[in-house]
């Protein structure tokens, strides 16, 4: 029983530093952010942080793969949930710009890979490649179920989306609100869907974001609801 729980202990205070990490990757960058700021803001001794992560480099590979484990998750809803995999696709782009708005670790992540992208990260950790990587299958599972226009090229449709995902990262880095970056997306699928799909079937898909979306489960809001997001 002890046993158990020091091992939630030390799985919570694991938690703490990696959300600690991704706030201040954030908000200072890999170079700038040291482990002593994130210990302080973990509110645990820099001796805690080592028994967790070896470096810094270890702690922000944590945290990109809890940005990695974030995509995965709200792609396997998708499939849970019964969604066509093209609406699944557009509700994941829309799920993309309210998480960067939302959560820390998702844009840690984006950052964290784009200022790292030098250092040849392990395969399979670059950011940008996870996103992509999901909005690809999507995209594919949407070809298999006779969704998208007979006859058609994968490459076209992939680099659109593969831009599309990228881009949304990008406006939102640059500050742009929410509520923008949200109508820009719908706007984007309205304008993309009629070349996507046979002739008469873009009515079948909603361009907006879903009604309701589970929370993400990750670090945490850092700014209002309707405010940018400076770096």
């Known amino acids: 029983m002890r046993g158990t729980r020091v091992q939630e202990r030390s799985e919570k205070t694991r938690i703490r530093l990696v959300c600690a990490g991704a706030e201040l990757f954030d908000r ?3 170079a700038n952010a040291t482990l002593l700021d994130i210990a302080d803001a973990a509110g645990v001794t820099k001796g805690a942080l080592y028994f967790h ?19 995965g998750s709200v792609v396997q809803r998708a499939a ?18 309210r ?26 950790t670059g950011f940008h490649e996870t996103c992509i990587a999901a909005g690809r299958q999507l995209l594919r599972e949407a070809r298999a179920a006779g969704e998208l226009r007979p006859g058609g090229q994968d490459d076209g449709p992939e680099t659109l989306i593969a831009a599309a995902l990228c881009g949304i ?13 949200s109508a820009r997306i719908g706007a984007l699928w ?6 996507l ?29 309707t405010g940018g997001r400076p770096h």
């Not at 992540?109 to 030098?118: D, K, L, P, V």
């Not at 990008?170 to 509520?179: E, F, I, P, T």
């Not at 309205?190 to 070349?195: E, S, V």
Request: hydrophobic fraction near 35%.
């Open 28 to 30: 200072k960058g890999y």
């Open 53 to 71: 992560f070896s470096s810094k480099e270890d702690l922000a590979n944590a945290v990109r793969q809890r940005g990695q484990s974030l995509v």
């Open 80 to 97: 849970d949930g019964g969604r066509s995999p093209l609406q699944a696709l557009v509700d994941f782009t829309h799920w993309l710009a």
């Open 99 to 124: 998480t960067l708005h939302e959560d820390a670790a998702l844009r840690a992540a984006f950052r964290i890979s784009s200022e790292r992208a030098g250092s040849r990260p392990a395969p399979g």
């Open 169 to 181: 990262e990008v406006l939102s880095r640059c500050g742009m609100a929410y509520g923008e970056l």
């Open 190 to 195: 309205d304008l993309m869907l009629p070349r």
């Open 197 to 225: 799909v046979p002739a008469g079937a873009a009515g079948r898909y909603r361009t907006g974001p879903p009604a309701k979306d589970p929370a993400t489960g990750g670090c945490g809001m850092r700014e209002p609801a």
